[in-house]
């Protein structure tokens, strides 16, 4: 519980006009197209701290609220073990009007015992928070990550999405699970890593490899230091997890604050989906991009000529300290070529 990210691809034409994008689009000069492979990047919080608003010292939600409003969240919520007995109370009625407040998608939390508990009584957790119409789907824990209680997940997940307003299924083995799981969509994300240790070296399963990363999420507990983090960060992209979860807080309770780094931590996502190219110039001898950036990240300028067979690198490499760049290279001799710019794979230790 590597990919290669790629920027904005440019289609730059050897044309008289070529300016900044916005006008030479207009000509035909450049032409900008999506990234076939770059992805969106979310994160995905346990929030199992109670919704203490009388008490702002300690009152995290409003955090989780404002990220929400600056990248994609999921907040898993956790009353009691599950929902408790009297879900929402009017506390958890005000923190959940927070968290909507701030688009922030939240789902509630139900154990499975490893496919040990009754169908029946995950069920009737996963029922009970439906009593609010801020939860939108349900994070499904101890999932056995073999196929020995397939027919029981996938049972339990049809379930829920027949629950009114239910429309998302979380799986949380915590390691890889079967592809079986991920082929059949039992779950629309399932959390292939949640540990403390071992998430530098992690191999990833060869499933992350044949689906979209907006399918996989990861939880990295007990992170030593904000700069290990922002690794921590990069190498869940590199390895296609969409859905990311860094904290310094550690057993026994990993869950019950938010990381001291929690406001880097979001601007770190927000820097990956924003990754891309903000104007492209002719001049005299070259193209000249501007681009926003993943501070840290070797960032590369690669070109290719119909039919686009293979990506050539131009020579020109940047890593960037700050949000944005300039890079810089020669025109291709052909009369039409593609520019896009990748990020580099962070290498082993």
């Known amino acids: 519980m590597v990919r290669r990210i790629c920027g904005v691809i440019f289609v730059c034409r050897r044309l008289p006009c070529a300016r900044w994008v916005a006008a030479a689009a207009l000509l035909g000069a450049v032409r900008a197209t999506p990234p076939a492979a770059a992805t969106e990047l979310g994160i995905l919080v346990p929030l199992y701290s109670d919704p203490c608003w009388y008490d702002p010292p300690n009152y995290v939600w409003p955090q989780v609220a404002w990220a929400g409003r600056q990248v994609p969240v999921i907040a898993i919520i956790n009353p009691n073990d599950g929902p408790g007995s009297s879900f929402p109370d009017s506390d958890y009625v005000r923190g959940l009007a927070d968290l909507t407040s701030g688009g922030v998608v939240v789902v509630g939390y139900v154990y499975t015992s490893y496919g040990q508990r009754p169908a029946a009584q995950v069920l009737g957790d996963a029922a009970k928070y439906t009593n609010s119409a801020a939860v939108r789907g349900i994070f499904l824990d101890e999932v056995d990550s073999t196929t020995n209680h397939l027919a029981y997940y996938t049972s339990i997940a049809s379930a829920i999405r027949a629950l009114p307003r239910m429309s998302l299924v979380i799986l949380n083995p915590g390691l890889p699970i079967a592809e079986e799981y991920v082929q059949n969509g039992v779950g629309d994300i399932t959390v292939m890593f949640e540990d403390r240790d071992g998430w530098r070296e992690h191999t990833p399963a060869a499933t992350l490899r044949r689906h979209p990363a907006r399918r996989f999420g990861m939880l990295w507990l007990g992170c030593p230091s904000e700069d290990q983090m922002r690794t921590g960060v990069d190498l869940a992209v590199d390895r296609n997890f969409g859905w990311v979860y860094v904290t310094d807080d550690d057993e026994p309770d990993p ?55 293979a990506w050539t690198p131009t020579g020109a490499t940047v890593t960037p300290t700050s949000t944005w760049f300039e890079v810089t290279a020669s025109l291709l001799p052909e009369r039409a070529g593609w520019y896009r710019l990748s990020l580099l794979p962070i290498p082993p230790d």
């Open 255 to 309: 869950w019950d604050t938010l990381p001291r780094w929690w406001s880097n931590l979001v601007e770190r996502v927000r820097a990956y989906n924003e990754f891309r190219t903000l104007s492209i110039q002719r001049m005299a001898n070259g193209v000249q991009l501007r681009c926003s950036a993943v501070p840290g990240r070797a960032t590369r300028l690669e070109y290719s000529t119909p039919p686009m067979m």
